[in-house]
């Protein structure tokens, strides 16, 4: 039995690697502020699994608060930390720039003080494809450039990789795992949790299709039908949260097996599909059309971008499980149980 840490671990993440923790039999702590989380996820949690459900320890502040972290790690004799709390929306943060450094960066740096204080030094970070840099060669492999993304978002997911990175060569005693996701989607195959953001109009595509897909005669609107694609639409790559899930659970395995380590690891499909493919797949589950126009692309927005999972097989053993089909299906059966999210 390990103890871990979880930083945002009520969130959309958060919680499914949270549930796959305690059914493994570990101690998880939480530590979320509920920004953009329900308080009723928790119970959700505890649903499915049941009397484990006692392993699991809730803290609420934000991580920028110092002295609540000493507080949890006086408490708590921690393995290691998975840091998940963050903002995480592109085009939001291009509007609200200062918000994304003062929250990706600056609120998570008392974290790192208060692990390094407390000599717990396996760390498993929540970062983005959205660090690679523009054009994107796909698929994309952890050396692609990375050292002028586009967005905010992913200049603050790169600048605090930067961060880890000194501080692992300022003495090799850190053992860091970087994460790069792509686009995490679907739900537990229970339907019990999910995702459901918090925003009237979800910035993603895939929970934005799942949310309306109630309301019959719901227009959707998409950006771009004129990418360089197979279909004019962007192509992505989107992976099963459950998948996404495991991979921090190995990478919390692989650390705790090795010293001294810093990696970077992309966690995708591996294989991208475009919003008419995604489409697509939701029509036929829901067996009737839907009903959409195509606006003008979005600056910045990529022709297609899917990763080289190559490396998380080699170096974690893992291989994404659920396709895009699975990720419609649990998406469908997450908000036919909770139509109104966690509300």
């Known amino acids: 039995m390990q103890k871990i840490l979880i930083t945002g671990g009520a969130g959309f993440i958060g919680s499914h690697i949270s549930t796959l923790l305690l059914q493994s039999n570990n101690e998880v702590v939480i530590i979320d502020n509920f920004s953009n989380s329900s308080k009723k996820v928790l119970k959700k949690i505890k649903d499915i699994v049941k009397e484990k459900y006692s392993n699991l320890f809730f803290y609420e502040f934000n991580i920028s608060n ?25 085009s939001e943060s291009l509007q609200r720039p200062l918000s994304y450094y003062i929250n990706n960066l600056s609120n998570s740096l008392p974290l790192l003080k208060i692990m390094q204080k407390f000599n717990v030094k396996n760390l498993v970070f929540s970062s983005s494809c959205a660090v690679y840099d523009h054009p994107l060669i796909c698929p994309l492999n952890e050396s692609h450039p990375a050292l002028n993304p586009i967005s905010t978002y992913g200049k603050s997911k790169l600048f605090f990789e930067n961060i880890l990175r000194d501080i692992y060569g300022s003495s090799y005693e850190w053992n860091i795992i970087v994460l790069r996701y792509f686009n995490p989607a679907g739900a537990h195959p229970s339907g019990v949790i999910g995702e459901f953001p918090a925003d009237e109009i979800p910035k993603n595509l895939i929970p934005y299709i799942t949310k309306f897909s109630q309301f019959k005669n719901y227009e959707y609107v998409f950006y771009g039908a004129d990418f360089k694609t197979y279909d004019g639409t962007g192509v992505r790559d989107y992976v099963h949260i459950i998948d996404l899930s495991e991979g921090h659970i190995n990478a919390i395995e692989f650390l705790m097996n090795h010293n001294n380590q810093f990696k970077v690891i992309n966690l ?67 908000i036919k149980k909770n139509p109104n999210g966690y509300k």
């Not at 110092?66 to 592109?90: M, N, P, Q, R």
């Not at 697509?280 to 003008?296: H, S, V, W």
């Open 66 to 90: 110092e002295t609540e972290l000493e507080k949890i790690f006086s408490i708590h004799d921690f393995d290691s930390v998975i840091h998940l709390a963050g903002y995480k929306s592109v």
């Open 268 to 334: 995708g499909y591996g294989h991208g599909v475009s919003v008419k493919e995604v489409v697509n797949t939701f029509e036929d589950f829901l067996n009737r059309d839907l009903k959409y126009l195509f606006m003008n692309r979005r600056a910045g927005d990529a022709d297609e971008a899917y990763a080289d999972v190559s490396y998380a097989r080699e170096v974690l053993n893992w291989n994404p499980r659920y396709n895009l089909r699975d990720i419609c299906k649990h998406s469908l059966n997450f």
